[in-house]
């Protein structure tokens, strides 16, 4: 019986091998040579670009094939020797002789002797089964040449059945699929799966970073039993997520057509093939088929000191609110990875005092191994007169788009060493929370210093008695959003420090729903309807968020409705607008909210009624196909008209993904004796106090004091002069975007996409007793540079694309009070100017004799300004204040 199994088995892989013509791969006729034309093209543009108008170029040659050895046992085992010859270079399209790069040169002068004559020297390739085990060459050889020789042997390689392996080839170890039908191989690489030793590094963040598509397909023409053509196109297009019309391509192709046959040499004797190969030239090594790093050199570019004494002026801080500021942080940023540390500290030492914040955010944002260094070298943390210059590089660390466990451990070690600045002390604990977090995003939570870390910013709130301490450990463990963290924010929910309370809530807001487990539930109900202890308005207020934000049930909804009415005065109308707010702006709440209105003792004119000056509005302030930009504003009063807290939000969403791109929360208390009124319940005891507190790009700032205690109060408000305290003012990489990307043809095209903020962000708060009325400002500046290149470069010759756009804008929030009379008249304002936008397109061919040819293109608009819309009911009351101002 096993006999007549193996036989059956036998006799069916006999069958499939005859009807698949019995040749796993191409394979070569003894003594005969094959010769076949050769092109291999570049071209790069911006996504949507024509042939006609792209940059690159195409190397076109003659090439000799030939059968050097074959297994005498394997007819598939075979040793092929190809070589080049007649080689041109020329541009990738046709070109007028004034923007042709390329007059007047041959392949000689373009490559170099040395070059051209490595490119012609004879090399070879094992195949076995239609598959390169081994690729011959020299090692003295140049990188760039060696991998255009494997561009070309891997154009050999194909499988005559349909089926998907796994394959090694120049673009690396890959994922294969090939479609046999009739004298023709279809093979498509799937370039995700692909293997290389070089990598690159992205923004962590999806709406921030880049979209790559890639394709990569090959038809092979079959004769007998050989390639008589094959036709490869591969193409790369990176985008930025948030504006994907600012999109560049790399298409690269190869061609490969017999044109004859001629007599051959004889195939040389061996016993295998390095033997074969050894015998023909000693110097012959397997040098891999994969191709290898290329190190490209700038000629002629300025060092790194000279590039900064050529951009200094535009990172003055007069320049930070104009788009050339940005522009010229980008460039810094790509010079300093470039740099040694000697170079950096260079430039370090030799700023002026008002252009030295910039270039301590470049340096720190470039985030190399020596950047990292220079920095910790230039500052001393135990001197706090460098409070300034401390916090600039701390909070570039906070937004560094790929920090690595090295700069977490440096904060640490600074951390753990004498710190001369209390609030720096607090914002190195903050932003090590937020290197965590973004460290874990990347799969490194079970990194030493992250472990280490984790460690200390978990035990750290019950280390202390120290409030500001607790609080700055919360701030931490609010950036890092471990979910390790819940169980110490929901006890903390319920803590008796007001503080405390709202850190917690606010930080739980942040997670993921799935986390919002009963237990948490139940604890935030706790909170909001006071069923242990009175807590203030604006951390019950918290409670609602996150109960609204956490996929409510319908009892907690119903709960909520039945609570109306029975709250301090303001927050009553605060509850009721954040009610209508979710169901008008359809938010996740939205239909269980209508749900639980239907009962009509939960909602009734009674409760839906209420009069005050609290508010909370959301709407959109952009949307697009790529991005969805929305805002909210909530504004909480205490009832005798004083700003209690302000919080103004802005979200960007693409394709699933959201940011938060900005928080600012302006909060006052204990005021109510400036007019003599009385507190609202739980209140009664509160400090005198106002500050502000901002989260930019997810990542929780530091809070800003505007004064604290009665004296404080009093000393600011005499010396008070309506000028707007600074939060954060800077330089931040947005996007950052590096990467290689291996073409099939040996060529190495470069993807660098950058997108740099200036940013102002300042807030103040004005008082008048005299005319009762008091105004809080927070005013946003910004300057946006995206910047994305593409680069094809051979040392001998260059060309690449760059698309980039800019735009310089401002975003104010003002709410004015006038509390002479109850109920008292509140205008809140949300405007922005009128903006320019500009789009540009520059691609460049170059060689290294010198010659280039760079085209340009720009467009130019300007934005009309506007004022966000909220509610009609804010509307009515702008109107009758500043018809009783006026």
Known sequence: MLTLVVFLLCTASSVSASAKGGAAGPRLNNN????????????????????????????????????????????????????????????????????????????????????????????????KNGKAKAFYSYWAEPATIKNLKRGLASLLQVQLNTGKVIENDVSGRCTVEYKAVKGQVTRTKILETCKTAETGFTTHSEVLGV????????????????????????????????????????????????????????????????????????????????????????????????????????????????????????????????????????????????????????????????????????????????????????????????????????????????????????????????????????????????????????????????????????LALKNSLLPEAIPIFTKYAESEVGAYNTIALTALQRYDVKFMTDEVKRTVSRVYHQNRRIYEKIVRAAAADVILSSNPSYMEVKNLLLSIGNLPHEMNKYMLSKIQDIVRFQMPASKVIRQAMKDMISHNYDRFAKVGSSSAFSGFMAQSDDVTSTYSLDILYSGSGILRRSNMNIYGTSK?????????????????????????????????????????FDVQLRPVTFFKGYTDLMSKMFSMTGDPMNVVKGLILLTDHSEVIQLQSGLKASAEFQGGLAIDISGGMEMSLWYR??????????????????????????????????????????????????????????????????????????????????????????????????????????????????
């Open 32 to 127: 005969q040579l094959y010769k076949f034309s050769y092109t291999a093209e570049v071209l790069v543009d911006r996504a949507r670009g024509s042939k006609e108008g792209s940059a690159g170029y195409r190397i076109s040659s003659d090439v000799d094939v030939n059968l050097v050895w074959r297994d005498p046992s394997s007819k598939d085992d075979q040793l092929i020797q190809l070589a080049i010859s007649n080689v041109r270079v020329e541009p990738v399209s046709h070109r007028s002789q004034k923007k042709n790069v390329f007059r007047g040169s041959t392949a000689k002068s373009v490559l170099g002797e040395t070059n051209l004559a490595a490119l012609t020297k004879p090399f070879f390739v094992h195949l």
């Open 211 to 474: 979209n790559r598509k890639s394709s990569s397909v090959t038809v092979f023409t079959l004769e007998d039993g050989f390639i008589r053509s094959a036709m490869a196109e591969e193409m790369h297009s990176v985008a930025v997520n948030t504006r994907r019309s600012l999109a560049a391509k790399v298409v690269s192709r190869q061609t490969l057509t017999l044109t004859g046959t001629g007599a051959g040499p004889l195939e040389a004797a061996g016993k295998d093939v390095s033997g074969v190969v050894k015998s023909i030239d000693a110097k012959l090594a397997a040098v891999g088929i994969v191709a290898e790093k290329v190190k490209t050199q700038c000629k002629g570019c300025p060092s790194l000191f000279e590039h900064w004494q050529a951009q200094q002026k535009q990172l003055e801080p007069a320049s930070l609110s104009k788009a050339i500021a940005p522009r010229s942080f980008l460039a810094l940023i790509q010079t300093i990875r470039k740099a040694p540390k000697d170079e950096i500290l260079k430039v370090l030492k030799s700023a002026s005092k008002t252009s030295l914040p910039q270039v301590v955010d470049a340096v720190t944002s470039s985030q190399t191994a020596a950047s990292l260094d220079a920095m910790l070298e230039f500052l001393n943390f135990t001197d706090a007169k460098g409070f300034v210059l401390q916090e600039r590089f701390l909070y570039a660390c906070g937004f560094a788009s790929h920090p690595n466990e090295r700069m977490l451990q440096a904060l640490l070690d600074i951390s753990n060493g004498k710190i001369g600045s209390t609030v720096i002390k607090e914002s190195v604990v903050i932003i090590m929370g937020a290197l965590v977090h973004k460290l874990c995003q990347k799969g490194g939570c079970d990194l030493p210093t992250v472990v280490q870390v984790k460690k200390l910013i978990l035990d750290g709130p019950g280390s202390t008695q120290d409030e500001s301490k607790v609080q700055m450990y919360l």
């Open 656 to 696: 699933g993904a959201m940011l938060h791109g900005l928080q600012v929360a302006i909060e006052a208390q204990g005021l109510e004796s400036l007019i003599a009124a009385t507190p609202d319940e739980g209140e009664e005891n509160l400090d005198s106090f106002a500050g502000m507190s901002a989260l930019l």
């Open 773 to 886: 009325e008091s105004k809080t400002s927070i005013n946003n500046r910004g300057a946006l540079v995206v910047t994305g290149n593409v680069t094809v470069d051979m040392d001998f010759m260059r060309a690449g694309v760059e698309v980039s756009f800019e735009t310089e804008t401002s975003l104010d929030f003002i709410t004015t009070v006038q509390f002479s009379e109850y109920p008292f008249l509140v205008c809140i304002q949300m405007d922005k100017t009128t903006f320019p936008f500009s789009e540009f397109l520059t691609k460049y061919e170059s060689l290294s004799s010198g010659k280039n040819v760079v085209s340009r293109k720009s467009k130019k608009q300007l934005v009309p300004g506007s004022e966000f819309p909220l509610n009609q009911e804010n509307s009515n009351m702008c109107k009758r204040v500043f018809d009783s101002s006026w």
